[in-house]
């Protein structure tokens, strides 16, 4: 565990964890990240957790980080999720339940086709 | 889900009307409908524009552009070139001079959209809020390095220029509170963080200690450096336990890398953080009950003065901040306060968090810059009210104030708002359509205040139990002409003489109940009718003139 001793470390930190994240981007997998906030765990966002995870492991994808984050206010969208495809931009998905995931993640994470029908546009 | 896409909006205060705006408005009916955009525009008057001698005016939202006078004549225009083809008529505007007040400041953002702007939120729904390293990689805690190479009077210094203004509801200055504390020769102070969120549909400090909790931790050593503190306590309500959670994993991590604890950075500050849970009494997010709270004493108000700022938690100087407004800090030591005053307006400036409920078509929670008006934030954010037509706003959650159709276009800061009466509050917009009665909505707030007031104080503990009883009288259609003038009382007694903020704002809703719709509480006691039809009016037995007559609704209808 690194402690801080001082803004150098504090920069160095920032940059180790900025160019984790950008191996993350540029080895080509795929970011779902999951609102999990009070609201979004009130209308059921982890069985779509479950539910992404369970997809990932029957389909073998290796490529998919699944990440979590709170609200973001999106409240009468929620259970929302976003997904980044790499190199793409983020696509934020509301009103969700465990079939419209399935479907999101063979339509869009798989196919790249982005479900009009379920996006957010904020 | 009926949305508009722009809204126009006739004046039709009386010289308006004089110089033609009913035709005006029927040429706009007319051409609007030729041109097929009925489904996407509405129109409607407005009453309260200011003075100007440019009558009649037209207002066209999102993009707030104001013409005048305009013609029927004109209409044809207007339609085809801004509303059809989204150019501005620039030949039409009103002159620059001819605008006064907060028609001129409309005029002065023309073509410019509110646009969302993240401060409080801008890591929200981005990081993962159990992940340190996430917000580090977002320039987290750099501005605790930065502020630690300055003198605290430096931070204070640049909190005030900054004029950041407490976010809790009373916009009290931060930079002065900050130095209130920071005067005080004492060895030890505290740091408290406000996060008692227990106004009724405000939920806007739970996205941020959910969401970005670090933010609060960093924002916390930077107020107790610049004061003083070495210790500080996150009051957290007990119902939020996801917050809790995730605040006291935060503030492991923080230890565990050295941004809380001895010598952080390497220099003398010192500083470390407590999580207290919260046990669900409204009154508990008043500063000073808050206090006694901490100390593990029953949630009861302190008189005042000594104020915390002087004589706080446990005896010592205290400073007490709201999430909303610590949430601010890092972004303002980060990028100057230059910055941050070019945002919102130059009496509130910033951003402010807004949660939106109600009969509106999109709920949920916005950050925008401080000064937009509550008609662009139901026509923009929350697109559009649902089954009706706006019939009032409560802003700032049940202690609020009561916004009438005729202030939706007052812009949102607190200078605004105070000069409307009205106040701004926690940031809670309660959007209400026609189908709300007004009587019923003050039954239900009184209701709330009734249980909540911590009961240590007559005017509070009795005027809310009373008002509440009269107010239930006057729904079931039992009410006197004599309960009006006993509520007014009751509304200005609860603000005159109550100890603590709790009292002083249970009034607040009544008052400017009886203020903008008095004719609507007169109909339930006159004519035993409830506009809304919403009061059961239920047929209790009253006596009139000695003679016994039965009230049921269909008699009242």
């Known amino acids: 565990m690194p402690t801080i001793k001082s803004l150098d470390d504090l920069t160095r930190i920032r940059e180790e964890v900025l160019k984790k994240q950008e191996l993350i981007t540029t080895s080509g997998k795929t970011e779902i990240i999951v609102g999990m906030g009070t609201v979004g765990r009130a209308t059921g966002t982890q069985e779509i957790l479950t539910a992404i995870l369970s997809y990932i492991e029957e389909h073998n994808l290796g490529n998919v980080i699944v990440r979590q984050t709170g609200d973001m206010g999106l409240d009468s969208f929620e259970p929302v999720i976003q997904v980044i495809l790499p190199g793409k931009e983020r696509v934020t998905y509301g009103k969700l339940n465990p079939e419209i995931v399935k479907s999101i993640l063979s339509n869009h994470v798989i196919g790249g086709k982005i479900i009009e029908e379920f996006k957010v546009e904020r | ?557």
Request: hydrophobic residues 40%; glycine residues 10%; proline residues 5%.
């Open chain 2, 1 to 557: 889900m009926k949305a508009v896409r722009s809204m126009v909006l006739v004046s039709s205060d009386a010289e308006s009307i004089a110089l033609g705006a009913n035709e005006v408005f029927s040429a706009f009916q007319q051409k609007i409908q030729d041109y097929g955009l009925s489904d996407e525009i509405s129109i409607s008057f407005i009453s309260d524009i200011g003075h100007n001698s440019a009558a009649p005016l037209v207002i066209i939202y999102p993009e707030a552009v104001i013409y005048g006078p305009v013609k029927p004549d004109d209409v044809l225009d207007i339609v085809e070139e801004h509303l059809d083809k989204g150019h501005i008529v620039e030949r039409k505007l009103v002159p620059a001079h001819e605008l006064s007040e907060h028609l001129a400041w409309l005029s002065s953002r023309k073509g410019t959209l509110p646009a969302e702007n993240r401060i409080v939120l801008k890591n929200v729904g981005l990081i993962d809020p159990e992940n340190i390293e996430d917000y580090i990689a977002l320039d987290g805690y750099q501005a605790l390095g930065t502020v630690l190479g300055k003198t605290p009077a430096e931070t204070i210094g640049i909190i005030k220029d900054s004029g950041l203004r407490g976010r809790g509801g009373a916009g009290f200055p931060t930079g002065l509170k900050w130095s209130f504390v920071a005067k005080t020769h004492i060895d030890k102070k505290y740091v408290v963080c406000n996060a008692d969120e227990s106004e009724p549909g405000t939920f806007k400090d739970r996205l941020v200690l959910e969401g970005d909790p670090h933010a609060i931790i960093e924002a916390m050593a930077i107020a107790a450096y610049a004061v003083g503190a070495d210790e500080g306590y996150v009051y957290i309500r007990g119902e939020y336990g996801l917050a809790i959670e995730r605040m006291k994993v935060a503030i492991k991590q923080a230890r565990e890398y050295g941004l809380l604890g001895k010598n952080i950075f390497s220099s003398k500050f010192s500083f470390d953080l407590h999580v207290h849970a919260g046990a669900g009494a409204y009154i508990c997010g008043e500063e000073t009950a808050l206090i006694e709270s901490i100390e593990g004493k029953r949630g009861e108000p302190r008189s005042r003065p000594p104020y915390p700022t002087t004589f706080g938690l446990w005896g010592k100087p205290t400073l007490v901040n709201n999430v909303e407004t610590l949430a601010n800090i890092p972004a303002i030591i980060r990028n100057g306060a230059d910055w941050y005053r070019s945002i919102g307006t130059p009496s509130s400036p910033g951003t402010k968090v807004y949660t939106i409920l109600g009969n509106v078509n999109v709920t949920g929670l916005i950050e925008v810059p401080m000064g937009i008006t509550l008609r662009e934030v139901i026509t923009i954010y929350a697109k559009g009210m649902k089954g009706g037509t706006f019939k009032m706003a409560q802003t700032g959650g049940s202690s609020g104030s009561i916004i009438p159709a005729n202030l939706q276009d007052t812009p949102m800061d607190f200078d605004s708002f105070k000069t409307a009466s009205v106040s701004l509050g926690s940031g809670a917009l309660l959007i209400c359509n026609q189908e709300i009665c007004v009587v019923d909505l003050a039954k239900v707030l009184l209701n709330f205040f009734r249980f909540e007031s911590c009961g240590k104080c007559n005017p509070c503990r009795i005027g809310c139990q009373k008002s509440f009883e009269i107010l239930s009288n006057i729904a079931e259609g039992i009410g006197t002409l004599q309960d009006l003038e006993d509520l007014q009382m009751m509304a200005d007694q609860l603000y005159e003489l109550s100890n603590c903020g709790l009292g002083q704002t249970a009034g607040s809703p009544l008052k400017d109940i009886l203020t903008y719709f008095h004719a609507e509480v007169e109909s339930h006691i006159r004519l035993k009718v409830c506009p809304a039809d919403t009061c059961p009016m239920s047929g209790k037995t009253i006596y009139q003139v000695g003679q016994e007559v039965k009230i049921t609704r269909e008699q009242g209808a």
